[in-house]
């Protein structure tokens, strides 16, 4: 999981942890690795720092803050990102909007692919729509690759604690909303019943009672 959600090598994990100290994963009875939600932050950071141009040896002591500041070279301009989508988009290449999609949600970890890639993308997406500088296939394939990345995403995901149900109600079939909604909540441990769009608000509260959840989005 933590191989999936910072790009980084079973190998690289190992070697950070134990002959440079950077990152120090609990273990469980058995002696498996368990990563917190902080350790993932960190090992993002060291991630762009080292790509910068640092050395691990030389990061390993330093603070989350000290690496985002040593991390900031490599930052994109948004726009940056955003072009390098509606390229892919105006080809009609689904594969590639996808895979550019996926790569910045690895890089940058959910919450900042949320709020710097997968909004202003969908912003634009709907200004330009709205503008006539964008047709309604182009429109229809960004949500598709948007919906197939998140959803992949979380369903490879998965908390324990609490319970939210997530769905939208009769007649409501955009479902992004929900899935970022459900892709944060797992990020942050909570179990999330998904049950997607178009469902009758009775049969979403019966399910919110036998799934003995605490919250309904």
């Known amino acids: 999981a933590v191989v999936r959600l910072t790009g980084l090598t079973e190998h690289v994990l190992r070697a950070w942890e134990r002959r440079h100290g950077a990152i120090a994963p609990a273990r469980s009875k058995g002696g498996t690795r368990r ?11 060291l991630a762009a720092a080292v790509a910068a141009g640092n050395r691990i040896g030389e990061l390993a002591a330093l603070s989350n803050r000290e690496l985002a500041a040593r991390a900031a070279p490599l930052a994109e301009p948004e726009r940056a990102r955003l072009e390098e989508l509606f390229s892919a988009l105006g080809r009609l290449d689904a594969a590639a909007v996808e895979r550019q999609l996926a790569l910045q949600l690895s890089a940058l970890g959910v919450r900042l692919f949320l709020e710097t890639v997968a909004l202003p993308f ?10 006539g500088t ?16 998140i959803a992949r995403a979380q369903r490879a995901g998965g908390g324990q604690s609490g319970g939210l149900l997530l769905a939208t109600p009769a007649g409501e079939r ?27 608000a009775d049969e979403i509260a ?4 036998r799934a003995r959840v605490q919250a309904v989005g």
Do not use: K
């Open 134 to 149: 964008l047709c309604t296939s182009e429109e229809h394939l960004a949500s598709a690759a948007l919906r197939g990345v």
């Open 122 to 131: 969908l912003r634009e997406v709907g200004s330009r729509w709205q503008g």
């Open 35 to 45: 990563y917190s939600a902080q350790d993932v932050t960190r090992l993002r950071l």
């Open 174 to 200: 955009h479902e992004l909303g929900i899935l970022m909604v459900s892709l944060c909540a797992q990020e942050h441990g909570t179990r999330v019943v998904y049950l997607g769009c178009d469902l009758p």
């Open 206 to 209: 019966d399910a919110a009672t």
